[in-house]
């Protein structure tokens, strides 16, 4: 339990989960995506609006993370 909610850093967190920064999530028609930049971990989603680009963008920092990820870590 004390290794499950730790500050996030880029170059541990974001490497776990390279082969899974993209996700569509068909039900609310959303695409989220992990990314790196400024040193820090964002968490970015979009909608594909009428005309094909990307609309409704919200990116947020990730200061924190929860979880060990011993029994959920991506492969």
């Avoid at 594909?48 to 060990?68: A, L, M, Y």
Wanted: proline share 4%; with cysteine; aromatic share 10%.
């Amino acid at each position: 339990m004390g290794r499950s909610f730790h500050r996030a850093d880029p170059q541990k967190d974001g490497a776990a989960f390279a082969s899974h920064a993209k996700l569509y999530h068909k039900a609310s028609d959303r695409y989220y995506e992990l990314a790196d930049h400024d040193g820090k971990l964002w968490q970015r989603r979009h909608q594909i609006g009428w005309d094909g680009k990307e609309t409704n963008f919200v990116e947020k920092p990730i200061d924190c993370v929860i979880g060990s990820g011993n029994h959920a870590t991506p492969t």
